[in-house]
């Protein structure tokens, strides 16, 4: 039977890009959405392969809990989760609003508890299970204007050391991905001359791929990385070293 995956904010560039790559490798997928309905129904019936669409507000933990109730019924359990859902609410940070902070700390990092907590007791119960966080290199190295976003993703990886170590012996790993700045939709709206500056400092001299993120993510899901937990895999094209 086929191992089940769930991504959180499957529809978006990179996470597209995981479910792509996830599919191709066998995994049901299953991916959560927060835009309108009828936006994340068209963006399933693009894709090649069957994946299931569920509303989910990952920020919420009651929205969480029914969230795993669905997929319990429909699928029975969850052998991969890839925290891959957020958003950027950026400002300076004397600007900031306490609803801009708020709302990136909630998305992007309560949503781990939040998700993690609905199925990671049946990944042990199993002796299975692959959790995958999509943290940023921005929570790594800090950016202006980006007080709630880096703290978050700086979190994310936080969460991944402790989880890791509370479950390694139960055959579940939990590791980040910190990727750099990626050729996305988001990304390829930036202003022409700020995302030429942004790509100078990238010593590749280009905007990573989805794709490229999402071979990492297919390696951590798989029974190759069984000995990898509480890393944190930068993926930025040389953009910060650490």
Known sequence: MSKVALVTGGTGGIGTAICTRLAANGY?????????????KAWAEAQDYDVDLYPCNV????????????????HGQVDII???????????????????????????????FNVCHQFVEGMTERGFGRI??????????????????SAAKAGVHGFTMALAQEVVRKGVTVNTISPGYIGTEMVMAIREDIRNAIVDQIPVKRLGKPEEIAAVAAFLASDDAAFITGSNISANGGQFMH
């Open 28 to 40: 049901k997928i299953i991916t959560t959405y927060f835009e309108p309905e009828e936006k994340a």
């Open 59 to 74: 920020s919420d933990y009651n929205s969480c809990v029914e969230l795993k109730e669905q997929i319990l019924r429909d």
């Open 132 to 149: 995958i966080n999509i943290s940023s290199v921005n929570g790594q190295k800090g950016q202006a204007g980006q007080t709630n976003y």
């Open 82 to 112: 890839v925290n891959n859902a957020g958003i950027t609410r950026d400002s300076k940070f004397t600007r900031m609003t306490p609803d801009q902070w708020q709302a990136v700390i909630s998305t992007n990092l309560n949503s781990l």
